[in-house]
C-alpha cells in the first residue's frame, strides 16, 4: 500500500525546492522515515514517558518573579493530567480579552478586579446563633464593607435571593428560620452563607493581570471557571483557556481536552528541559480520551478497561477481575501482549504479528503464507 | 530429519472463565478426602486424606495413583470434600447480596417487568454492539441496581422485604439471620432466563454455585510439604487450614448425625465458614485473620496470586531466565561500540547451543575436544532429545557419534550476538544487542559511548547479558535490538549514544583552526584510529585528518557549542563532501543527547556507518589528548579582581535593599526577597561568565565545548554560592527566631537566613557548610521520593498501553479499537526521522 505523504510536508518541501523539484525524493523520504508496522507504538509512549518522568522534579519550583502564581509543576503535575483528575490541586485560567480591551491596561485591570470572587466569609467580621430565637446573626464592619463596595442592603438582597428570612439591624444581619431545631442545623445555615459568593466568579481567588511584548494585557487566575468566564462579553473565547483537563472537556468537549493534555504535559516537560516528542504524548491523550470522555491512566480508567481479563488482573486487584469473569463467563482472547507473556507464547506485536510458515512442512490447514515478513 | 515434530502449532488461543459447580467439582475429582490425618504412623500418605497418594506426589520416587507419573511429570490432581452444611464462598458475598435483593423473596423472579425486560434485551444487544463487553457490563450493573430498588415483585405481587448484609457474612431478613442452606435454596429459585440480565450464565455461573456444598481440594503438588533437615515433614500454610477445615467439617457431620443441640452445629457450621474463609481469603474486613502458633499469617490462596510477588506479577508476567551472567561493568575505550567484552569464566559456562550441520561438524569437534579449556563445548544434545556432558569418559564417544542434527551447546564465542541490560529497564534501550568480544579479567567490559542508554556508570554498576538460545531471538537480537540500530532514542529522536567529556575535548583540539600535524604523528593517529588513508604531505590540520572519518558524499551544517558563545565564524560546522572545511566538533554535534551530526548520519547513512564513526572518532579523540592534552588547576577559577568586586558589589547592594524592604512591614516581603535572591544569582552568573577568560582557560574551555561542567557549576566554585533554600523558602527553621546560635534573633537579613557569601574555592564558613548542607539535603529526600513515584507511573502507562500497535494502514489500534488514524498525524517514526521531522 502506498502511503501518501502529508500536505504539509509537500508544502515546505514545494517551498524550499520549488514547484518543478522531482516529489519522487520526498516520497522516498517519507517512506524511510515511517513507522514499522505491527510497532508496539503504546509501549514506545510508555517508556518515553516513564523514562523522562524519572529525571522530572518532584518539588514544585517556581521560578521566582512576585508575578507568578504558584502552579504545580514537575513530576506531581504530570502524574495529575494522567490521572484525569476531576480537582486538580492549582487550577489556574490564562483570560484573553477581546482585541480593542486588550490594549487598556486600565480597562483589563479593572476586568480582573471584576471577576475576583468575594465570599460572605470575607466581609463577615462574627456571628453569633440562638437556637433559643431559632435566628443567626451575622455581624459587619462597615468600613469593610465599603472597601468591598458593598451595603448591608446588598448582601440582604443576595440572602434573600436564596430565600432566607432577613432582617436588617444597624451592622448586623439577622436570619430567622423556623424549622431549625437543633444547633447543627444553624451551624450548616451559616456554613451555606459563608460560601456565598457576593461578586465576581466563582472559584476565582486571585487574579494577575500579566503584559505581553506586544503592549497587550492579558489575566491570569488562581483558580477556575471556565464556563462563567466564556460567559462574560468582556473575554475573548478563542484563546482563553482553563488548566483543568475535566472542566474544559465538559465546557469546550473532547477534542479540546485532548488538545489540553498535550500541551499541558509538553509544557510541564518542557519547564524542566526534558524533550519528549509529542506523538507519543498525543497516543496518551488520545488513548485517554478516544471513547469520548477523558479517562485516567489508573484502574478507574484506561488500564480497567483493557479487553483482556489477565491483562487486568495482572495490573492491580487480580482477584476482583478473576471472579466477575467467572460470574459473566467471560473469554480472555490470547491475542493481547499481557496474557502471550503469561503464557510464554509470542506476542502478536512487532515480529510477532507476522507468521512465516513453511508450506513444505506446516500443517496444511494453516493456509497460506500471511503476508510479508518485516523489515526493520 | 522430522522437521515437524519440532515446531509447536497448537497455541493457547483463549481461557474461558466460570463457576465450577458442584458436579463438576465431584466429576474432576480424584478422591473424597474423608480423613484429617495426613500420614499414618510409617509416615506414609493416609488414604482419603490431605496428602492421599491420588492428589498427586511430592517425593521423588513415588508414583502418583491417578496417572501413574513421578514427581517430574505429575501435574497434581484436584480431590474434593462432601460438606456437611453449605457454606459461603466470601469472594461471592457482593453477588448474592445483589442477587437476594434483586429478585423475589417468594417467587424467586427478576423484579423488573416482563415488558421492561424485553425492551432490556434489545437495549443491551445494541450497547454490546455498540460499545462492546465493557458496556453490556455497565448496562447489567444498571439493571441490577434498578431491580433492587423494586418494591412489590411484579410476577406474582407480593411484597418485598429487603435483604441486609451484616459483614462479613451474614444476611439478615425480617429480622433473622439467613442461613447458606437458606440462602442457597433462594438462590436456586432463580429463573435460567432471568440469569443473563443478572450478570450471570446459566451454564457456567448459576447462582447456586456460589455456595459450597462440595469444596475442591488442591492437588499436593501445589503445596508440598517441605521436609526439613531433622527429617521432620513441615506442611504448607494450605494444607494446615485444610486439616482444619476438614476436622471441622467431620465434627459439624458428627454433631448432626448424633442430633446435637441447635446450638452447637450452629456454632460448628460458623467456625467451618470461617476457616474456608480464611482458606480463601485472610484479610476479609471483620473476619480474624488466621495465624501460625507463632504469629505469623497464613498465606492463603488470595495472597498467592495478588501483589508483586503474587503469581501475576511475580511468576507469569516476571520468569527468571537461564544462560544469562551478570558482573561489575568497567570501561574499555578500545573495544568497539556495539561489543561487550565477556570474562573467560563467563564465556565458558553460558552457552549457546549450535545445530551440528555438514559445514560446522569440523569446527564443533574441535571444541568437542577441547571440553576443558575454551573455546569450549560442554553438552551435546542428540536428535532423541538426550542431553550429555563432555567429560573425559564420554568425550570419545560423543565425537564418534556426532553427527548433523546434534546440538552442540558450545561456550560464547567472539561476535557472538547477547543481549545486554542493565536496570532498571525504564526503556526498550536498557535492553540492547552487543557482540560478544571474549577478555581476560573478570568484568563485563563496555564503551563508555554507550553508557547512556542504559544509565551505567562504573561505581560499581553489575549488568546482566543472555545468550540466545534460537535462531528468532538472533536475528532479532541482531538486526532490530542491535545497539547499532538503536543510537538515536525513539523518544526525542536524538542520540543517546556519542562522545562525552574527553572524547569531546579531544575532538574540540583536534578540529581547532590552529592544530598542525606532521605526517609521522598523523600516522599514529590514523594507525590508532583505525584509519586507512595514504598520507603524502608534511603536515596535515586536524580537521583532515577528522575528515577522513566522514562519509565522502556528507554535506552538513550546523551551530558548534563553541559558536554559540563565541560567535566566531570559523568554528561553526561546515562539512561539504566529506570535507571539514571550518567548524569545530564538540558536544552539538557529537555529544550524547545533543549530536546532531550523529543524528544525521544515523538518518541518512544508518546504524553501521554511525557506529563505525564514534568508534573511530572515540579513539582519534583519545590519541589527539594524549599527543596535545588538557589539564586544569586552581588558577583557572580565580577571577579578575574587578569581577571579584563586582560579585561582592552584587551581594552589598542586595543586602542594603533587603534591609530597607524588612524596614516597612509587607506580608509579601518574603517573597519578594527570594525573588530578589535569584535575581542576584543571575547577576553573580552572568558577572562570572564575563569574568572567565577565553579558551585559555582549560575549564572554560571544557564548558564552551559543552565536554563538561556549565556555568551553573562554575560560578558558586569561583565566584559565590548564593541563597540556599529549603521547601521553596528561605532557610528558618532551627531555635527560636534564628538559624543557629550564631546570629541575633529575629535578623531576617541575608545572611541570617542562609545567603552565602563564600565559594567553593575559597571554602565555606562552617555555619554556611551546614546551611548548605540543609539545602543539598533537601534534593536527596526528593531523589527517593521520587523514584517510586515514577516507577507507578510508568507500571501505569505501560499498563495500559502496551496492546497500541500500528496496523497496516499505519491506524494505532488495541484490538479493534482504533485509537489514531494514522499515527502520529503523519506516521513518521522519531528515531528514523529528523527528530520528528521530514527534512530533506
Redesign the interface.
Known amino acids: 500500500?502506498k502511503?501518501e505523504?502529508?500536505k504539509?510536508?509537500i508544502e515546505?518541501?514545494i517551498e524550499k525546492y520549488g514547484k518543478n523539484a522531482d516529489i519522487g525524493?520526498?516520497q522516498a523520504?517519507?517512506e524511510?522515515?515511517?513507522?514499522?508496522?505491527?510497532?508496539?507504538?503504546?509501549?514506545?509512549?510508555?517508556?518515553?514517558?516513564?523514562?523522562?518522568?524519572?529525571q522530572?522534579?518532584?518539588?514544585?519550583?517556581?521560578?521566582?518573579?512576585?508575578a507568578a502564581l504558584n502552579t504545580t509543576s514537575g513530576?506531581p503535575r504530570?502524574?495529575e493530567i494522567?490521572d484525569a483528575k476531576k480537582e486538580i490541586s492549582t487550577p489556574t485560567m490564562n483570560i484573553y480579552l477581546k482585541p480593542e480591551i486588550e490594549k487598556s491596561k486600565q480597562k483589563v485591570a479593572e476586568f480582573a478586579n471584576k471577576i475576583i470572587e468575594i465570599k460572605a466569609s470575607d466581609v463577615i467580621t462574627s456571628y453569633n446563633i440562638s437556637l433559643r430565637r431559632k435566628e443567626l446573626t451575622l455581624f459587619f464592619d462597615k468600613e469593610m464593607l465599603r472597601s468591598y463596595g458593598f451595603t448591608l442592603k446588598d448582601i440582604d438582597r443576595k440572602l434573600s435571593d436564596i430565600k432566607l428570612n432577613t432582617s436588617i439591624e444597624e451592622n448586623r444581619i439577622i436570619i430567622k428560620d423556623q424549622s431549625a431545631d437543633s444547633v447543627k442545623k444553624l451551624i450548616r445555615l451559616r456554613n451555606k452563607i459563608i460560601n456565598l459568593t457576593l461578586s465576581g466568579v466563582k472559584g476565582i481567588s486571585r487574579v494577575i493581570v500579566n503584559e505581553t511584548e506586544e503592549k497587550k494585557y492579558w489575566v491570569m487566575t488562581a483558580g477556575s471557571n471556565l464556563k462563567d468566564i466564556l460567559k462574560m462579553d468582556e473575554v475573548d473565547q478563542s484563546r482563553t483557556m482553563s488548566n483543568n483537563i475535566i472542566e474544559t472537556a465538559e465546557v469546550l468537549g473532547i477534542e479540546i481536552a485532548r488538545n489540553l493534555i498535550i500541551k499541558e504535559t509538553l509544557e510541564t516537560l518542557e519547564n524542566v528541559g526534558l524533550?519528549?516528542?509529542?506523538?507519543?504524548i498525543?497516543?496518551?491523550a488520545?488513548?485517554m480520551c478516544?471513547s469520548g470522555e477523558v479517562k485516567g491512566?489508573?484502574r478507574y480508567?484506561?488500564?480497567g478497561?483493557?479487553?483482556?481479563?489477565?491483562?487486568r488482573?495482572?495490573?492491580e486487584?487480580?482477584?476482583k477481575h478473576?471472579?466477575n469473569?467467572?460470574?459473566?463467563?467471560?473469554?480472555?482472547?490470547?491475542?493481547?501482549?499481557?496474557?502471550n507473556?503469561?503464557?510464554n507464547?509470542v506476542a502478536p506485536?512487532?515480529?510477532g504479528?507476522v507468521k512465516l510458515i513453511s508450506l513444505d512442512?506446516?500443517?496444511k490447514d494453516?493456509g497460506k503464507p500471511e503476508g510479508k515478513n518485516k523489515e526493520? | 530429519m522430522r522437521l515437524d515434530t519440532n515446531f509447536v502449532f497448537s497455541k493457547i488461543y483463549g481461557i474461558e472463565f466460570g463457576l465450577l459447580s458442584p458436579r463438576m467439582i465431584e466429576k474432576m475429582s480424584s478422591v473424597a478426602i474423608t480423613s484429617s490425618e495426613l500420614y499414618d504412623i510409617d509416615g506414609f500418605p493416609v488414604d482419603g486424606g490431605l496428602a492421599d497418594m491420588k492428589l498427586g506426589v511430592t517425593d521423588p520416587g513415588l508414583i502418583c495413583r491417578t496417572c501413574g507419573n513421578t514427581i517430574k511429570d505429575c501435574p497434581g490432581h484436584f480431590g474434593h470434600l462432601e460438606l456437611a452444611r453449605p457454606i459461603f464462598n466470601v469472594k461471592m458475598v457482593p453477588k448474592i447480596y445483589d442477587l437476594l435483593n434483586a429478585t423475589c423473596d417468594s417467587c424467586g423472579r427478576i423484579l423488573i417487568s416482563d415488558s421492561l425486560l424485553k425492551k432490556a434485551t434489545s437495549t443491551m444487544d445494541l450497547i454490546e454492539a455498540r460499545e462492546g463487553l465493557i458496556g453490556k457490563k455497565r448496562y447489567v450493573r444498571k439493571l441490577i441496581r434498578h431491580a433492587k430498588s423494586i418494591n412489590t415483585c411484579p410476577f406474582c405481587h407480593s411484597k418485598q422485604n429487603k435483604v441486609k448484609l451484616e459483614k462479613p457474612y451474614s444476611f439478615i431478613y425480617n429480622g433473622q439471620k439467613l442461613n447458606a442452606a437458606d440462602v442457597r435454596e433462594r438462590l436456586e429459585r432463580i429463573n435460567d432466563a432471568d440469569l443473563q440480565f443478572l450478570g450471570l450464565n446459566q451454564d457456567y455461573s448459576r447462582p447456586e454455585w456460589m455456595i459450597f456444598t462440595v469444596l475442591p481440594i488442591p492437588p499436593v503438588t501445589i503445596r508440598p510439604p517441605i521436609t526439613l533437615e531433622s527429617g521432620q515433614k513441615s506442611e504448607d500454610d494450605l494444607t494446615h487450614k485444610l486439616t482444619d477445615i476438614v476436622r471441622t467439617n467431620q465434627r459439624l457431620a458428627e454433631n448432626i448425625k448424633s442430633g446435637a443441640p441447635e446450638v452447637i452445629i450452629e456454632e460448628l457450621w460458623d467456625l467451618l465458614q470461617y476457616h474456608i474463609t480464611t482458606f480463601i481469603s485472610n484479610g476479609t474486613a471483620q473476619v480474624p485473620i488466621a495465624r501460625h502458633k507463632s504469629g505469623k499469617k497464613l498465606k492463603t490462596l488470595e495472597d498467592r496470586i495478588k501483589g508483586k510477588e503474587g503469581r501475576f506479577r511475580g511468576s507469569t508476567l516476571g520468569k527468571r531466565a537461564n544462560y544469562s551472567a551478570r558482573s561489575t561493568i568497567s570501561p574499555d575505550s578500545m573495544i568497539h561500540l556495539d561489543e561487550v567484552g565477556v570474562p573467560i569464566q563467563i564465556a565458558r559456562e553460558v552457552t549457546y547451543p549450535e545445530r551440528v550441520t555438514d559445514i560446522n561438524i569440523d569446527r564443533l569437534k574441535s571444541l568437542i575436544k577441547n571440553f576443558n579449556g575454551y573455546p569450549n563445548a560442554s553438552y551435546v544434545i542428540t536428535p532423541d532429545g538426550i542431553r550429555r556432558k563432555i567429560t573425559e569418559n564420554t568425550v570419545q564417544n560423543i565425537l564418534d557419534e556426532i553427527k548433523p542434527g546434534y546440538i552442540v551447546e558450545r561456550s560464547m564465542l567472539n561476535g557472538d550476538i547477547i543481549l545486554f541490560n542493565r536496570q532498571p529497564s525504564l526503556h526498550r534501550l536498557s535492553i540492547m544487542g552487543h557482540s560478544v568480544k571474549v577478555l581476560d579479567g573478570k568484568t563485563l567490559r563496555i564503551n563508555p559511548a554507550s553508557t547512556l542508554p542504559y544509565n551505567a556508570d562504573f561505581d560499581g554498576d553489575e549488568m546482566n547479558i543472555h545468550v540466545l538460545q534460537t535462531e528468532e531471538a538472533l536475528a532479532e537480537a541482531a538486526l532490530i535490538m542491535n545497539i547499532k540500530n538503536n543510537i538515536v532514542s525513539p523518544r526525542h529522536g536524538l542520540p543517546l549514544i556519542g562522545s562525552t567529556q574527553d572524547y569531546i575535548s579531544g575532538c574540540a583540539i583536534l578540529t581547532r583552526k590552529e592544530t598542525r600535524i606532521d605526517k609521522s604523528t598523523a600516522e599514529d593517529f590514523l594507525v590508532f584510529a583505525g584509519i586507512d588513508a595514504d598520507l603524502n604531505r608534511p603536515t596535515y590540520s586536524g580537521r583532515e585528518i577528522f575528515s577522513m572519518l566522514l562519509p565522502k558524499d556528507l554535506n552538513f551544517e550546523d551551530e558548534s557549542s563553541v559558536y554559540k558563545y563565541s560567535k566566531d565564524e570559523d568554528t561553526y560546522v561546515s562539512i561539504k563532501n566529506g570535507k571539514l572545511e571550518r567548524g569545530i566538533i564538540d558536544s552539538a554535534t557529537i555529544g550524547k543527547e545533543n549530536g546532531s551530526l550523529l543524528q544525521y548520519l544515523f538518518v541518512q547513512y544508518g546504524g553501521d556507518v554511525t557506529s563505525k564513526f564514534i568508534d573511530q572518532l572515540s579513539r582519534l579523540a583519545l590519541i589527539t589528548l594524549t599527543k596535545f592534552g588538557i589539564s586544569a588547576n586552581i588558577s583557572n577559577f580565580d577571577l579578575p579582581n574587578k569581577t571579584m568586586e563586582e560579585i561582592h558589589k552584587i551581594f552589598e547592594d542586595g543586602n542594603k535593599e533587603v534591609e530597607s524592604m524588612l524596614k516597612e512591614y509587607d506580608s509579601d516581603v518574603e517573597m519578594k526577597i527570594i525573588a530578589l535572591t535569584n535575581k542576584m544569582r543571575g547577576k553573580i552568573r552572568n558577572a562570572t561568565r564575563d569574568g572567565i577568560t577565553g579558551t585559555a582557560n582549560e575549564i572554560n574551555y571544557m564548558m564552551i565545548t559543552g565536554a563538561k561542567g556549565s556555568i551553573m557549576n562554575f560560578f558558586p566554585t569561583a565566584g559565590m554560592v548564593g541563597q540556599q533554600l529549603l521547601r521553596d523558602a528561605r532557610m528558618n527553621n532551627g531555635y527560636e527566631g534564628r538559624l543557629t546560635a550564631h546570629f541575633k534573633r529575629n535578623d531576617m537579613g541575608l545572611i541570617p537566613r542562609g545567603f552565602v557569601v563564600s565559594n567553593y574555592r575559597d571554602g565555606l564558613n562552617p555555619i554556611e557548610f551546614f546551611l548548605h548542607a540543609g539545602s543539598s539535603r533537601e534534593g536527596l529526600m526528593d531523589n527517593v521520593i521520587r523514584t517510586p513515584v515514577s516507577g507507578y507511573m510508568n507500571r501505569r502507562l505501560s499498563s495500559a498501553l502496551q496492546d497500541l500497535k500500528v496496523a497496516d494502514d499505519l491506524s494505532v489500534r488495541e484490538g479493534n479499537k482504533i485509537i489514531q488514524f494514522m499515527y502520529g498525524e503523519d506516521g513518521l517514526d522519531v528515531s528514523l526521522s529528523d527528530k520528528g521531522e521530514l527534512n530533506i
Not at chain 1, 478497561?305 to 491483562?311: H, R
Open positions: 500500500m502511503i505523504v502529508p504539509k510536508y515546505k518541501f525524493r520526498l523520504a517519507y524511510r522515515s515511517l513507522i514499522t508496522k505491527g510497532e508496539d507504538v503504546g509501549v514506545i509512549a510508555a517508556q518515553s514517558l516513564g523514562e523522562a518522568s524519572t522530572l522534579t518532584l518539588r514544585t519550583k517556581h521560578t521566582a518573579g512576585i513530576l504530570i502524574v494522567f524533550v519528549v516528542d509529542i506523538r507519543h498525543m497516543l496518551i488520545d488513548a478516544f491512566v489508573n480508567g484506561i488500564t478497561e483493557s479487553s483482556s481479563i489477565l491483562a488482573a495482572s495490573f486487584v487480580p482477584l478473576l471472579i469473569a467467572s460470574l459473566e463467563h467471560d473469554i480472555d482472547e490470547f491475542k493481547y501482549v499481557a496474557n507473556i503469561i503464557s507464547q506485536v512487532g515480529t504479528s512442512y506446516g500443517r494453516e526493520k
